[in-house]
């Protein structure tokens, strides 16, 4: 072969990998497919804490998934879609609408269980994939009774069956005797309250009220203060204020109510308890002494991979601070969807989601061997029939000194809560 006949070789393999010779002789690139993905998140409702901590980790995630294609030549790259729904379910709904007419059909989110009932009919008839990071209510409390109806819903967070537990076993070793639940009107919220409450009978802890609030919660918080402060009064008849604690099952509102509560109410003389929707809220900052008065306990399913230290030194470079469990759920839903889809295309199918839907459960399980040469940061994702994490512990905070402290773990393995 002469030299220029051997150049010409090498330039026809190289454009085989890496490109095409135009009509004009000229070296083309080749073309990629964009992996439209929608982001639904709260950016200015009661939970824009998580909802900018979520953005800000698949931002991340988009840009590691884009170099992970770029140095393995695959002609994929992602593009991300970020609206945001304030955790109001009709917004919501308005959102996924809007993007589905984008012709986007795989969505990370929403943040919020009720958003996610709200929205599962219009996702599987109109076969959309979503994977939530942090909707955590029991599937009948979405209206999902087979899991058939939720084969385009998953959700890479552990559920509010797990969740109760571990708040009925921080309350008995606390040493709570009787306690006061306030609810958001959603079906997380109500989720919450309904579970808890067998829990807590079997450790013979009284429910004096469970008071149920509208969702989008309400500006003034008087009239359930009130409520609350006549129900701990009559409590203190037989028990001490020690063993008495209120339970909110609540965004971040919480800590309006909080605020709301006069400087010598009984209410600030007993412990509050919450749960994933308020710990680490940055919202204490605005109510300090209250929250220091009352400890606000919170738990938050807590689970990190291998690759979470890496991710986490990336994300407190660019935004500060450490990621927020639901964004490192949120960060490996990206990389599951982004997988798949590549996967599926690598195999020379055309892209539906319901062959997505195929071969997720598939991906997810070698995503978390890593056998794609690439780590969780959450940890394991084991899927149940029904599509959703099938286990978790659950870390609990507390307020100090207007900082969220690490109290404890609980292990669901074991019911135990092993305190610091």
């Known amino acids: 072969m002469r030299a220029s006949g051997f150049i010409l070789a090498v330039l026809i393999v190289?454009?085989?990998?890496?490109?095409?010779?135009?009509?004009?002789?000229?070296?083309?690139?080749?073309?990629?497919?964009?992996?439209?993905?929608?982001?639904?998140?709260?950016?200015?409702?009661?939970?824009?804490?998580?909802?900018?901590?979520?953005?800000?980790?698949?931002?991340?995630?988009?840009?590691?998934?884009?170099?992970?294609?770029?140095?393995?030549?695959?002609?994929?790259?992602?593009?991300l879609y970020v609206e945001d729904t304030k955790v109001d379910p009709t917004i919501t709904q308005q959102k996924v609408e809007a993007l589905n007419g984008r012709g986007i059909k795989l969505i990370v989110g929403p943040m919020g269980s009720g958003e996610t009932k709200q929205i599962a009919g219009y996702v599987t008839a109109n076969g959309i994939i979503i994977i939530s990071p942090s909707s955590t209510t029991a599937v009948e409390n979405l209206g999902i009774t087979e899991p058939e109806e939720k084969r385009y819903i998953y959700r890479f967070v552990a559920l509010d069956t797990f969740q109760t537990k571990a708040i009925a076993k921080e309350l008995?070793?606390?040493?709570?005797?009787?306690?006061?639940?306030?609810?958001?009107?959603?079906?997380?919220?109500?989720?919450?309250?309904?579970?808890?409450?067998?829990?807590?009978?079997?450790?013979?802890?009284?429910?004096?009220?469970?008071?149920?609030?509208?969702?989008?919660?309400?500006?003034?918080?008087?009239?359930?203060?009130?409520?609350?402060?006549?129900?701990?009064?009559?409590l203190s008849a037989r028990y001490t204020l020690d063993e008495i604690a209120i339970v909110m099952f609540s965004?971040?509102?919480?800590?309006?109510?909080?605020?709301?509560?006069?400087?010598?109410?009984?209410?600030?003389?007993?412990?509050?308890?919450?749960?994933?929707?308020?710990?680490?809220?940055?919202?204490?900052?605005?109510?300090?002494?209250?929250?220091?008065?009352?400890?606000?306990?919170?738990?938050?399913?807590?689970?990190?991979?291998?690759?979470?230290?890496?991710?986490?030194?990336?994300?407190?470079?660019?935004?500060?601070?450490?990621?927020?469990?639901?964004?490192?759920?949120?960060?490996?839903?990206?990389?599951?969807?982004?997988?798949?889809?590549?996967?599926?295309?690598?195999?020379?199918?055309?892209?539906?989601?319901?062959?997505?839907?195929?071969?997720?459960?598939?991906?997810?399980?070698?995503?978390?061997?890593?056998e794609y040469d690439q780590k969780t940061v959450s940890g394991y994702i084991a899927l149940d029939e029904y599509n959703d994490r099938a286990s978790g512990d659950y870390a609990i905070y507390r307020v100090e000194n207007c900082t969220w402290t690490r109290a404890g773990l609980w292990r669901y393995e074991s019911n135990e809560i092993e305190w610091e």
């Open 14 to 79: 190289i454009t085989a990998l890496s490109g095409c010779i135009g009509d004009d002789g000229t070296l083309e690139e080749a073309p990629t497919e964009e992996i439209p993905i929608g982001v639904l998140v709260d950016l200015s409702g009661p939970l824009t804490t998580y909802g900018e901590d979520i953005k800000n980790t698949v931002t991340i995630a988009s840009e590691d998934i884009n170099n992970y294609f770029d140095a393995r030549g695959k002609p994929y790259r992602v593009k």
């Open 251 to 370: 965004y971040e509102e919480a800590f309006t109510m909080l605020s709301q509560v006069d400087d010598g109410s009984v209410l600030l003389d007993v412990t509050w308890v919450g749960c994933d929707g308020t710990a680490k809220s940055d919202k204490i900052t605005e109510v300090c002494e209250k929250s220091d008065a009352v400890g606000f306990y919170s738990t938050l399913f807590e689970s990190k991979g291998e690759a979470f230290e890496s991710l986490n030194a990336t994300y407190s470079s660019r935004f500060g601070g450490s990621a927020y469990q639901y964004g490192l759920n949120a960060y490996d839903a990206a990389w599951v969807l982004a997988l798949s889809y590549a996967e599926l295309r690598d195999s020379g199918a055309a892209f539906s989601t319901d062959a997505m839907t195929e071969i997720i459960p598939e991906v997810t399980e070698k995503f978390s061997k890593g």
């Open 172 to 234: 008995d070793e606390l040493g709570k005797k009787a306690v006061c639940i306030a609810y958001v009107g959603n079906a997380w919220g109500k989720g919450l309250n309904d579970n808890i409450l067998p829990e807590l009978e079997a450790y013979g802890i009284s429910v004096k009220d469970s008071i149920e609030y509208s969702d989008p919660a309400p500006a003034d918080f008087t009239p359930y203060i009130a409520t609350l402060e006549t129900d701990v009064n009559e």
